[in-house]
T-cell receptor, first 109, second 115 residues
Framework: GQQVMQIPQYQHVQEGEDFTTYCNSS?????IQWYKQRPGGHPVFLIQ???SGEVKKQKRLTFQFGEAKKNSSLHITATQTTDVGTYFC?????????WGAGTKLIIKP | GAVVSQHPSRVICKSGTSVKIECRSL??????MFWYRQFPKQSLMLMAT?????????EQGVEKDKFLINHASLTLSTLTVTSAHPEDSSFYIC???????????FGPGTRLLVL
């Protein structure tokens, strides 16, 4: 079946370091969405990418959609404690939303 | 804008009873609502997609007779867990969208504990 693989599962970083999570789909996606879930909270929509090769920025967050519309990444520059949480990608394919397993961002004490 | 509420936020029930969870879009009309289940430290698992006025589409492996979904209006969908068992204990999250392929706005979730 259709799958979206998201890696890594966890990433431990020092505050101020960068963070990146990647999503790869087994099929071409019509769009991909990114969500953030804070510990104990519910997922919050961050952004949607639709176009091949699209790059969007939100302050320290950079989102990319691959040329083949099968992969996507989220990069956070200079992480802060407020960035802690799990980041999910969700790809749209054939009117289904296929979720990645999420990448948990952990800031080292 | 785009606020989605869920009620109740937490519920504890006895095994064998039924529990109804409501999902409401407060400031927009949601033609499509989604129901998810999330186990601790795991990704969201889509259970079903419901469109206003029609039967829900269930994902493979989700029992439609156990998880009854009703989407009677453009602002309300309900999920009823019938004859709940301890293994049904989970975090249930709904989301709402103005279309089946557009942005989803998530509710805060309902934590169900079946004793």
């Amino acid at each position: 079946g259709q799958q979206v693989m998201q890696i890594p599962q966890y990433q431990h970083v020092q505050e101020g370091e960068d963070f990146t999570t990647y999503c790869n789909s087994s099929t071409t996606l019509s769009n991909i969405q990114w969500y953030k879930q804070r510990p104990g909270g519910h997922p919050v929509f961050l952004i949607q990418l639709v176009k091949s090769g699209e790059v969007k920025k939100q302050k320290r967050l950079t989102f990319q959609f691959g040329e083949a519309k099968k992969n996507s990444s989220l990069h956070i520059t200079a992480t802060q404690t407020t960035d802690v949480g799990t980041y999910f990608c969700a790809g749209r394919s054939n009117y289904q939303l296929i979720w990645g397993a999420g990448t948990k961002l952990i800031i080292k004490p | 804008g785009a606020v989605v509420s869920q009620h109740p936020s937490r519920v504890i029930c006895k095994s064998g009873t039924s529990v109804k969870i409501e999902c409401r879009s407060l400031d927009f009309q949601a033609t499509t609502m989604f129901w998810y289940r999330q186990f601790p430290k795991q990704s969201l698992m889509l259970m079903a997609t419901s469109n206003e006025g029609s039967k829900a589409t269930y994902e493979q492996g989700v029992e439609k007779d156990k998880f009854l979904i009703n989407h009677a209006s453009l602002t309300l969908s309900t999920l009823t867990v019938t004859s709940a068992h301890p293994e049904d204990s989970s975090f249930y999250i709904c989301s709402a969208s103005t279309s089946g392929v557009g942005t989803q706005y998530f509710g805060p979730g309902t934590r169900l504990l079946v004793l």
